[in-house]
């Protein structure tokens, strides 16, 4: 089975702090995607990669960065984090495949909260 | 720009009863429609990938048709039980991406009462 990690559950940190959110997949899977998950707003795309130091924009790139520096390993990182970041954060892969014919596997999702 | 609509938002049921949920998208050039399913405060779990040339894919109880020209597809949970409770969740690719990003509905919570 397709294992997607993610290091914390749940994550308490201040206003203006730098933050990092890990994700690692055990399946050799090139693509890598970061959403996040608000109430009402459904699942929104924050970054993807789709290969080792490759990294593309999703719909709210504001506020993140990423770092994709193996393949395994998709890192997201909040540069000064604010309390409109505070929300679920979930991670996903899926092979390349044709024309992206491949399922997304997620992992369990990192509650973050920003007092 | 590609949008992706579930109704109902909630669906509440007896046990034991056959249901439909519905999935609507704007661009009808898909290359796959993919369900998931979620369970509360956790990560998305696939159920189904339907390809562009597929018309329906099933696995066990479950059965998801697609239907491009008219932008809709229907995930059909046969004998529903209460461990079928989640929300379900309907995505897409944009604009005929490649990439394998996705867009999301925001999902159907289903309860099924024993």
């Known amino acids: 089975d397709v294992k997607v990690t993610q290091s914390s559950r749940y994550l308490v940190k201040r206003t203006g702090e730098k933050v990092f959110l890990e994700c690692v997949q055990d399946m050799d899977h090139e693509n890598m995607f970061w959403y996040r998950q608000d109430p009402g707003l459904g699942l929104r795309l924050i970054y993807f990669?789709?290969?080792?130091?490759?990294?593309e924009k999703g719909d709210i790139p504001e506020g993140y960065s990423v770092s994709r520096e193996k393949k395994e390993r998709f890192s997201l990182i909040l540069e000064s984090a604010s309390t409109n970041q505070t929300s679920m954060y979930l991670c996903?892969?899926?092979?390349?495949?044709?024309?992206?014919?491949?399922?997304?596997?997620f992992g369990d999702g990192t509650r973050l909260s920003i007092l | 720009k590609q949008e992706v609509t579930q109704i109902p938002a909630a669906l509440s049921v007896p046990e034991g009863e056959n249901l439909v949920l519905n999935c609507s998208f704007t661009?009808?050039?898909?290359?796959?429609l993919q369900w998931f399913r979620q369970d509360p405060g956790k990560g998305l779990t696939s159920l189904l990938l339907?390809?562009?040339?597929?018309r329906e894919q099933t696995s066990g109880r479950l059965n998801a048709s697609l239907d491009k020209s008219s932008g809709r597809s229907t995930l059909y949970i046969a004998a529903s039980q209460p461990g079928d409770s989640a929300t379900y969740l309907c995505?897409?690719?944009?604009?005929?991406?490649?990439?394998?990003?996705?867009?999301f509905g925001k999902g159907t919570k289903l309860s099924v009462k024993p």
């Open positions: 996903a892969s899926s092979f390349s495949g044709r024309a992206g014919n491949q399922p997304q596997h």
């Open positions: 661009d009808s050039a898909i290359y796959n």
């Open positions: 339907i390809q562009s040339s597929q």
């Open positions: 995505a897409v690719p944009p604009d005929g991406g490649s990439q394998g990003n996705l867009i």
């Open positions: 990669s789709y290969d080792v130091k490759m990294k």
